[in-house]
């Protein structure tokens, strides 16, 4: 097996540190655009590895595709980060041209691998890496709800004063401060809703710190975090390559699943070795899908941006 991370600035770096670490592959590439960058994180890595018990091939490329080639999994986080105050969706400009460069690219070398995507803005960097690339659906995995997930437990593990281990919580919609649907009347303690122990008012609270959870450690770091989406790209790596089969909420193609066409929204999907394999319907009630249909609307608005650059 062989991965590849595009991108060496934190969010890359951290994921394939991550890939490394669980031997999720006997090879990692490392890429970036920046001289010496990715080959010294690389080294980094490898000089950690002899402490850590891990024994992979983690090999820098200064943006030599050559290096990546037959990857079986590429993750995409090439792009520039927000800065505080920004939203992900003001990357469009910048990052667009990045990432249909870096698909092109990876795909002259790997031409059956599976990406995900981490750049933002996500959903629209999805969309366009599969309308640009012309990949069966399949192969293309938009990270966002397994991170914005991971905060949904985490703020709910704060306010149940609970182990996120006996969590279950679910975000779907877009992987943006105002389109992210955190699913509180799913979340579950142990298997009980969690609205049996927190008030309405609390939960209401939590799916607020969710959907800002991004743009809260933007304002506290001064740039876009990096330890969750990292460790998020390498979870969703993994229920790739083990083939887990993994209900993972991740941004996928939507041909009229959830009531939504011709757009890439983050709904739960099983995920294998074969990329994303099967849309898992969770049976919206009218507001969730009202809320859902709304987030679709904002991700379209911002894909129809990509006709303009
Ligand atoms: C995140 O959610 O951490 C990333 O999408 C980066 C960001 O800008 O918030």
């Not at 991108?7 to 006997?26: F, K, P, S, W, Y």
């Not at 996120?164 to 979340?187: E, F």
């Not at 939507?254 to 394999?277: A, H, K, T």
């Amino acid at each position: 097996m062989k991965i590849t991370v595009v991108g060496a600035g934190a969010v890359g770096a951290t994921c394939a540190d991550n890939i490394a670490r669980r031997e999720l592959a006997e090879e990692v590439v490392l890429l970036d655009i920046k001289d010496g960058l990715s080959e010294g994180k690389a080294l980094d890595m490898l000089q950690a590895s002899t402490l850590l018990d891990c024994d992979v091939k983690i090999t820098g490329s200064s943006n030599n595709y050559e290096l990546t080639a037959n990857s079986d999994v590429v993750v995409i986080t090439s792009g520039i980060p927000r800065k505080p105050g920004m939203t992900r969706e003001d990357l469009i400009g910048t990052n667009a041209n990045i990432v249909k460069g870096v698909t092109e690219n990876i795909l002259k070398h790997s031409p059956d691998a599976i990406f995900v995507i981490i750049s933002n803005p996500m959903d629209t960097m999805t969309y366009l890496a599969l309308k640009s690339s012309g990949l069966p659906k399949n192969r293309i995995i938009g990270l966002g709800g397994i991170l914005d997930s991971a905060r949904f437990k985490t703020y709910l593990s704060l306010a149940l004063k609970c182990s996120p281990n006996d969590l279950q919580g679910v975000v779907i919609g877009g992987h943006g401060d105002t389109t992210m649907i955190p699913l509180t009347r799913l979340a579950t303690y142990s298997g009980v809703p969690v609205s049996h122990f927190l008030d309405a008012e609390t939960l209401q609270k939590v799916a607020a710190d969710t959907m800002v959870g991004g743009a809260t450690l933007t304002k506290l770091i001064g740039t876009s975090a990096w330890y969750a989406p990292g460790a998020a790209g390498a979870a969703l790596v993994e229920s790739i390559v083990r083939d887990q089969k993994r209900v993972i909420p991740c941004c996928v193609y939507l041909e009229g699943e959830y009531g939504q066409s011709d757009i890439c929204l983050g709904v739960p999907v099983v995920i294998g070795r074969n990329g994303w394999e099967r849309i898992v319907d969770f049976e919206l009630n009218d507001e969730e899908q009202a809320a859902f249909n709304k987030s679709a609307d904002a991700v379209r608005n911002m894909n129809d941006i990509l006709k303009t650059l």
